[in-house]
């Protein structure tokens, strides 16, 4: 079974299908149709005279909105009355999602010299799978199947979940089928020479007493070509002089608004497809500082919803504590009953001080005071959470211990079971300080210090900078392993080093807590082939003990970390590294589908041979923060930094790796100016060019 796939999202409601544009009915695999985590389709397949189609061509459009999938009949046997050569009917078939609804047009045509007779079946069925459920959660026991039945031209599929909601998938057919029963529409199709004729579906996902799914096809349709269009207009464009990486760049661009649009809680970007489609704390707050000197539109609304679901008191059973920012939030059966702890869940370390970074360089890209005093209590409350339920043994080290029985036992960023481990493969015993979170912590005072002089308080910001200052000297010698050349991932529940070389040093560069001296060791060590494998740096080592190209988070190469680690090179002037990080993304851009970079990929090293990564076979595609990644990767390599309240675009070293030779960027924002600017290649440096720029907005360049 060819397991490719093309996934379609419109607010909270996916569809995961094959090249065909089918849903096959293979169990627990991620097929389906999607709404409000639950699937609404199992299977949804169409077969040409009892057979499949010979697939011709099949692609989402640039923009995402649409699926096209172009398909036509296979040969039937010569000695049948109704033989039809291969080649002779040409199907179009044209998908999108609206309104918690799945739009299909075929468009059917003869291109034989004689009259054809055709039979094209439609197979469905639903199995209101939770999507804990198809990820493979074992369940106790589920709800009841009501009964289906057919009404008109449409099958109406039900299920009364163990939360009381009742749903229906509502399968509809325009014209009417020649036959119709609750799995399956017959199509008995005659065509002239020549001759077209177009079939119309509609399946609608309804929740109680919802009625969605009457809005026509030709309404939908236009209503979701006017959104394209208008979201083409709109933002900040970016283009370069190569063509593979403008294709990354309008893929991931597309992947971030289908990810952020009509999503019920505002537009906040949803994690990623299939798995994650909604909010994570920790995803949304990294996509936000990915993006945000292109689209600070998406950390105010990160910070916003993130303010409003703060913790305000402690619930062991959703790893919660007052101050403590969101980890995930879900609304599926399984969420609802409680079989798994994530409705409201709070297991994660770093969500919180990540909030208040995002906090800090979202007021220094927009200068917004409105915003800052708006969640400023949030922001205080997440910096005392840093320094107390943070800080379980008073060590002066943000920690974590898993309480939910059913929570999380690792909670950063890397959260697989087996991810935080010593040198020779035990694991790491709690209460454990992450590496990465500490930087995170540091940074998160810095921007406290900021905002706190913003808010006119100086003895609130000059407690916080010498917190910091505090924090920054022990975690040099707490982390920092000499012998390794670089920092340790973690501290354990004994204040042991976890003396293994991983990515997470990467992320004490990105918050700058590393010394200018180690910071450039440890770079040095990221970029040893052990780590950077060609295609990006690995997550762990290939010589420490638990190294696995294959694993989740031991060995493999994500995006988004990438690009972290990329910012974090140029702060501390380390441009050539930061253009090889680039450079190997970009080239595993060109060798995937659709020119989407995953949410990870499997880390073996790149050889000449291969024609791109290695797929990791279950990962996100699309996912949020592999989309922002290019962003993050291109502000690095400009030394690009946006300063609101001066009102200044600031360029630092900026370079471009030998791939890229311009790079052209087009109504920038800072307030009410924008600036049109483009940078080209020069020797080992780049330069600068203001092409346009209205308002008042200063450029400040530092070769």
């Known amino acids: 079974m060819d397991d490719r796939t093309r996934v379609l999202k419109s607010g909270d409601t996916f569809a995961v299908l094959n090249r065909y544009g089918d849903i096959e009915d293979l169990?627990?695999?991620?097929?389906?149709?999607?709404?409000?985590?639950?699937?609404?389709?199992?299977?949804?397949?169409?077969?040409?005279?009892q057979q499949q189609p010979l697939l011709l061509g099949s692609t989402v459009r640039e923009d995402n909105a649409f699926?096209?999938?172009?398909?036509?009949?296979?040969?039937?046997?010569?000695?049948?009355?109704?033989?039809?050569?291969?080649?002779?009917?040409?199907?179009?078939?044209?998908?999108?999602?609206?309104?918690?609804?799945?739009?299909?047009?075929?468009?059917?045509?003869?291109?034989?010299?004689?009259?054809?007779?055709?039979?094209?079946?439609?197979?469905?069925?639903?199995?209101?799978?939770d999507i804990f459920e198809v990820r493979g959660t074992k369940r106790a026991?589920?709800?009841?199947?009501?009964?289906?039945?057919?009404?008109?031209?449409?099958?109406?599929?039900?299920?009364?979940?163990?939360d009381g909601v009742f749903r229906r998938t509502r399968l509809e057919f325009s014209p009417q089928p020649t036959s119709l029963t609750t799995r399956e529409a017959l199509f008995r199709i005659v065509l002239e020479p020549q001759e077209e004729t177009s079939i119309y579906t509609t399946v609608a996902c309804q929740r109680d007493a919802s009625t969605n799914g009457g809005v026509s096809f030709q309404t939908a349709f236009r209503a979701l070509k006017r959104e394209s269009e208008i979201a083409r207009s709109e933002g900040c464009d970016i283009t370069t002089s190569s063509e593979s990486f403008n294709s990354w760049i309008n893929r991931s661009s597309a992947d971030l608004r289908m990810l952020i649009d009509h999503n019920p809680e505002g537009p906040y970007p949803y994690a990623g497809v299939p798995w994650f489609s909604t909010v994570f704390g920790r995803d949304g707050i990294i996509t936000a500082l990915e993006c945000l000197w292109t689209s600070p539109h998406i950390a105010e609304s990160v910070l916003k919803y993130l303010a409003e679901t703060q913790a305000t008191q402690e619930v062991p059973e959703q790893d919660a504590d007052p101050g403590k920012i969101l980890h995930e939030m879900r609304r599926g059966e399984m969420a609802v009953t409680r079989e798994v702890p994530f409705g409201r869940y709070y297991g994660s370390v770093d969500s919180t001080p990540l909030f208040v970074m995002l906090a800090?360089?979202?007021?220094?890209?927009?200068?917004?005071?409105s915003l800052v005093k708006e969640i400023w209590l949030n922001i205080q409350r997440a910096l005392q959470w840093i320094d107390t339920y943070g800080d379980v043994d008073g060590s002066g080290f943000v920690q974590y211990q898993q309480r939910a029985s059913k929570g999380l036992v690792q909670q950063g960023w890397k959260d697989s079971q087996d991810s935080v481990f010593h040198a020779d493969?035990?694991?790491?015993?709690?209460?454990?300080?992450?590496?990465?979170?500490?930087?995170y912590a540091y940074a998160a005072k810095r921007a406290g210090a900021l905002l706190a002089r913003t808010m006119h308080e100086p003895e609130l910001a000059s407690r916080l900078d010498a917190?910091?200052?505090?924090?920054?000297?022990?975690?040099?010698?707490?982390?920092?392993?000499?012998?390794?050349?670089?920092?340790?991932?973690?501290?354990?529940?004994?204040?042991?080093?976890?003396?293994?070389?991983?990515?997470?040093?990467?992320?004490?560069?990105?918050?700058?807590?590393?010394?200018?001296?180690?910071?450039?060791?440890?770079?040095?060590?990221?970029?040893?082939?052990?780590?950077?494998?060609?295609?990006?740096?690995?997550?762990?080592?290939?010589?420490?003990?638990?190294?696995?190209?294959?694993?989740?988070?031991?060995?493999?190469?994500?995006?988004?970390?990438?690009?972290?680690?990329?910012?974090?090179?140029?702060?501390?002037?380390?441009?050539?590294?930061?253009?090889?990080?680039?450079?190997g993304l970009h080239e595993a851009s060109r060798r995937v589908e659709l020119h989407r970079l995953p949410e990870l990929f499997c880390g073996f090293h790149r050889r000449p041979e291969t024609d791109g990564p290695t797929l990791y076979p279950v990962a996100c595609s699309p996912q949020a923060w592999?989309?922002?990644?290019?962003?993050?990767?291109?502000q690095a390599c400009l030394g690009l930094s946006v300063r609101g309240p001066e009102r200044q675009i600031c360029f630092t070293r900026p370079r471009l790796p030998h791939n890229l030779s311009e790079v052209r960027v087009q109504n920038l924002r800072v307030g009410d100016a924008t600036v049109d600017f483009l940078v080209r290649r020069e020797g080992t440096s780049a330069m600068v060019d203001i092409l346009r720029k209205t308002g008042s907005v200063e450029i400040v360049e530092t070769i």
Not at 360 to 369: H, K, P, V
Not at 542 to 550: F, H, I, L
């Open 467 to 583: 917190a910091a200052d505090e924090l920054q000297a022990k975690f040099e010698e707490a982390f920092w392993c000499e012998e390794l050349g670089t920092y340790a991932l973690a501290l354990d529940g004994r204040k042991k080093q976890c003396r293994v070389r991983t990515s997470n040093a990467g992320h004490a560069l990105f918050s700058r807590i590393a010394s200018p001296e180690h910071a450039k060791i440890a770079a040095a060590t990221l970029m040893e082939e052990h780590s950077f494998c060609g295609w990006g740096v690995r997550t762990v080592a290939a010589c420490e003990a638990r190294y696995n190209p294959m694993s989740y988070h031991n060995g493999s190469i994500w995006p988004h970390d990438n690009a972290i680690i990329a910012l974090g090179f140029s702060y501390y002037g380390l441009q050539d590294y930061v253009g090889k990080v680039l450079e």
């Open 27 to 49: 169990g627990f695999s991620q097929f389906g149709l999607f709404h409000a985590e639950s699937r609404h389709l199992s299977r949804f397949t169409m077969r040409l005279n």
């Open 141 to 162: 026991r589920k709800g009841e199947r009501l009964e289906d039945h057919v009404d008109g031209c449409a099958a109406i599929l039900a299920y009364k979940g163990l």
């Open 626 to 634: 592999a989309a922002g990644s290019v962003y993050m990767l291109l």
């Open 425 to 439: 493969g035990s694991m790491a015993e709690p209460p454990i300080a992450l590496c990465e979170v500490q930087g």
């Open 360 to 369: 800090g360089a979202y007021f220094q890209r927009t200068g917004n005071t």
């Open 67 to 129: 699926l096209s999938v172009d398909v036509t009949n296979v040969d039937t046997a010569l000695n049948t009355p109704d033989s039809l050569p291969r080649g002779t009917v040409h199907i179009f078939r044209s998908q999108f999602l609206g309104a918690a609804s799945h739009y299909e047009h075929l468009r059917i045509l003869n291109y034989g010299l004689e009259q054809v007779r055709l039979a094209l079946l439609f197979q469905f069925d639903a199995d209101f799978a």
